[in-house]
């Protein structure tokens, strides 16, 4: 180990690669349908989705205002921590990185399982695919940050490509291949829209990936810059997507499949279709895999850095937090193995909403409590960001305990048995 500091030496590209890697995946393959039963209405649903992405913006300027203001590895963690303590921050980090290690073991569970459609799985089983494919993951961040930063960017690059392609071959989509007149559904309730936004804002989770390199990135700006930019890049593939879609599937079409973009391809494609989008798919996976398995490894870092743990807080010489990264990818290992990543899953949900709602109101309380703190970006019209996406965080929390309630009550006892463990433990190793 070299130290207990990060390496400056991520710049703007990476933060761009970091929002754009962890964002654009599985779920805008699949969510346009779950919206187009909701709201079977085309201008409606492109509407929905672009508001996605402008709210999304407005709950980055909370993000992006902490982060280079405090300039610390770990995202939430440092933020809550900054605003509320030691104990707080603990708990939104070990929340938001308890959440994100089920969608590290799921992620790795539909690679291995697009690799057996592709018949390039070896005859290997799906669990064992889905370990080595972490492992090989984990032996990529190990060599260091800068090799891992590059495969971020050339492999996000790449998707952005694929899905360009694939957003061009639909629009410009003629003939038999092209959809009818779109058939208006019924009345649209409050209820179906609010849950069509809902399946949308999830989609549009993880464009908050370049906020845990802060402490890496050689320039606070870039961060700003990164953010930004990426959410903009985001939500021009999602809206154009989506068009491009209705272009060839009416809403009534949409609403019926589990997989829009394939069964869209399929129209003009034929029967290359199928081939082409689990390429994408592929692709799409692992550039999600490789931020997930940069920023969770931070996460644990800063806790350790915080609470001096010398174990999880030890930075190699490439820059990499390798026992954090250690802890992290055998945890994600450990859950594709045995399955209980969608229990995991399913916990998550409230817990990161929650967080959300803390990150929004740290923003806040460090803005009035440290006036004099430099501040490279400050979020316009403050607070009144902060309030809309802490409103909107709390909301979705909220609708995921009626939607669940046993699953979040679930997830918030077991959260707080948790800290009632840990937090005496580190207070014990701490005096130590």
């Not at 649209?188 to 402490?215: D, H, K, P, Q, S």
Request: with cysteine; charged share 10%; net charge positive.
């Amino acid at each position: 180990m070299s130290g207990t500091r990060l390496l400056r030496v991520l710049g703007a590209a990476f933060a761009v690669a970091a929002v754009v890697g962890g964002t654009i995946g599985q779920g805008i393959l699949r969510t346009p349908g779950l919206v187009a039963a909701s709201v079977p209405d085309a201008q409606l649903m492109l509407l929905l989705w672009l508001a996605g992405g402008l709210i999304a913006a407005v709950d980055a300027c909370s993000t992006v205002e902490l982060a280079t203001s405090i300039g610390e590895a770990g995202g939430p963690y440092a933020f809550v921590r900054r605003a509320f303590g030691p104990v707080a921050g603990l708990a939104a980090g070990l929340a938001d990185w308890l959440g994100n290690l089920g969608a590290v073991a799921f992620i790795a569970v539909v690679f291995a399982e697009y690799l057996h459609r592709l018949g390039a799985d070896g005859g290997l089983p799906i669990p064992v695919v889905s370990v080595l494919m972490i492992a090989a993951m984990f032996a990529l961040q190990w060599r260091g940050t800068r090799a891992a930063a590059a495969a971020q960017e050339v492999g996000s690059a790449i998707k952005a490509v694929l899905f360009l392609a694939l957003i061009a071959a639909l629009a410009f989509a003629r003939g038999d291949a092209v959809a009818a007149e779109p058939v208006q559904g019924g009345a649209i309730t409050l209820v179906a829209a609010i849950g069509a936004f809902r399946a949308i804002y999830g989609t549009y989770y993880g464009w908050n990936g370049a906020a845990y390199f802060a402490e890496e990135l050689r320039n606070p700006r870039q961060l700003v810059r990164g953010t930004f930019i990426g959410i903009a890049l985001v939500t021009a593939v999602f809206v154009g997507l989506n068009a491009a879609m209705l272009h060839v599937l009416t809403p009534a079409e949409m609403a019926t499949s589990t997989l829009v973009a394939a069964d869209a391809a399929g129209r003009v494609l034929g029967a290359r279709a199928d081939t082409a989008m689990t390429v994408v798919s592929l692709v799409s996976l692992v550039t999600i895999l490789g931020v997930m398995l940069m920023f969770l490894p931070r996460i644990l870092f800063a806790i350790g850095r915080g609470f001096d743990l010398r174990s999880l807080a030890g930075v190699a010489e490439g820059g990499t937090p390798r026992a954090a990264l250690a802890a992290t990818a055998i945890g994600g290992a450990l859950l594709a193995l045995v399955g209980v990543y969608e229990t995991l899953l399913a916990f998550s949900v409230v817990l990161l909403a929650l967080v959300g709602v803390a990150v929004n109101v740290a923003a806040i309380v460090v803005r009035r409590r440290e006036p004099g703190l430099q501040r490279p970006w400050r979020m316009p019209l403050f607070p009144l960001p902060a309030l809309v996406s802490g409103a909107i965080n709390l909301a979705l929390a909220i609708a995921f305990v009626v939607e669940d309630p046993a699953t979040s009550a679930a997830a918030i006892a077991a959260m707080a048995l948790l800290m009632a463990v840990i937090v005496p433990l580190l207070r014990r190793d701490a005096r130590g």
